[in-house]
């Protein structure tokens, strides 16, 4: 598998607007396993008060909350996208949140580039942050 360098990334700043701005938060690939990346990091957001939707192939709630298949399925407002899944999966990803139209932040997290994607959530008006875990980020910045 070859790695990408992030050539679309937001900064520190933007970063922390991204977390002063957004409330509602969907995860794609939450996995139910707490011993999973995506687990510890979702319910850390949640503890820190955003509204976690759990989007994963199966299950009924993640953390108390309410699973949808898809970002498709959710039939509410969605700030950010939290994404676990791999680079190759991005492209479909960027798709679903540009035909959702509310998506403001597009998060690939820590170990995840796909820089065609990222240009494109960009280019439809998204922050885009490659390559990073958003509990590290958060901590970082209100620790």
Known sequence: MECEFPTVNANTDEIKEIFDSVKTI??????PDETKASHRVAKYLQEHGYKIVPVYPKGETILGE????????????????????????LDAVADACIKRGDVKVFWAQQGIVNN?????AKDAGMKVVQNQCAMVDHRNIYA
Request: hydrophobic share 50%.
């Open 66 to 89: 309410k699973v949808y298949n898809s970002l498709a399925d959710i039939p509410f407002e969605v700030d950010m996208v939290d994404i676990f899944r791999k680079p190759a999966a």
């Open 116 to 120: 065609e994607a990222a240009q494109k």
């Open 26 to 31: 969907a995860v794609l690939g939450l996995s």
